[in-house]
């Protein structure tokens, strides 16, 4: 069974980081991209980062350019996306997911997904 498990978010003022992760379970990444996605509250699910397993290419939605990283312990199954100078207009619950294939962008285009985690930068 595959399974994937989002942990650390919070609540942080603006300005702060926090550090995503995503343990996965039940596959193996190889040839699966896996993405970080967000939902704010009366927005679509929009694509925020995500991470070719097939050669280690990365994607990044403009609005987080610079301040998010996504990065893989291939060890772990684990997926982090760093995320530093959070704005408000971060908050959001976020959820990672993997889909077969290189560079899928669509949400509809992955398989798994996880449950969320709730972040919320303010002051």
């Known amino acids: 069974e595959v399974q994937l498990v989002e942990s650390g978010g919070g609540y942080v003022q603006p300005g702060g980081s926090l550090r995503l992760s995503c343990a996965s379970s039940g596959f193996t990444f190889d040839d699966y991209t896996i993405g970080w996605f967000r939902q704010a509250p009366g927005k679509e699910r929009e694509g925020v980062s995500l991470i070719n397993s097939r050669d280690g290419s990365t994607y990044y939605e403009d609005s987080v350019k610079g301040r998010f990283t996504i990065s893989t312990d291939n060890t772990k199954n684990t997926v982090y996306l760093q995320m530093n100078s959070l704005k408000a207009e971060d908050t959001a619950v976020y959820y990672c997911?993997?889909?077969?294939?290189?560079?899928?962008?669509?949400?509809?285009?992955?398989?798994?997904w996880g449950q969320g985690t709730q972040v919320t930068v303010s002051s």
């Open positions: 997911a993997a889909g077969e294939g290189y560079a899928l962008v669509l949400p509809s285009e992955y398989n798994y």
